[in-house]
Nanobody, 113 residues
Framework: VQLVESGGGLVRAGGSLRLSCEVS????????MDWYRQAPGKQRELVAG???????NYADSVQGRFTISRDNAKNTVYLQMNSLNPEDTGVYFC????????WGQGTQVTVSS
């Protein structure tokens, strides 16, 4: 399985970013995909998930600000992040829920105050 995250960067508080994750090596369309993040000194936490049938779930801390979506034709999952705040800073990873040990390199998101 290959997971290639992109789209991170440095943004000011209140700004937006759109993360992408291109997936290969699995039947993407049937796999639930999650976005996780890991802040410095903290454990990795689930941010959002989307099933093959497009059912979504979000962490309370991002509900209403982040939107997860997927394009099965492109084997890609996205995370639109709006109204970013410094607490959103961290490395963001996409992860196929059914494959415990499959992780990409992540993409760094830094939100300045």
């Amino acid at each position: 399985v290959q997971l290639v995250e992109s789209g991170g960067g440095l943004v000011r508080a209140g700004g937006s970013l759109r993360l992408s994750c291109e997936v290969s090596g699995i039947i993407f369309s049937i796999n639930t995909m999650d976005w996780y993040r890991q802040a410095p000194g903290k454990q990795r936490e689930l941010v959002a998930g989307i099933t093959g049938r497009l059912k979504t779930n979000y962490a309370d801390s991002v509900q209403g600000r982040f939107t997860i979506s997927r394009d099965n034709a492109k084997n890609t999952v996205y995370l639109q992040m709006n109204s970013l705040n410094p607490e959103d800073t961290g490395v963001y990873f996409c992860h196929p829920r059914a494959l415990v040990d499959s992780w990409g390199q992540g993409t760094q998101v830094t939100v300045s105050s």
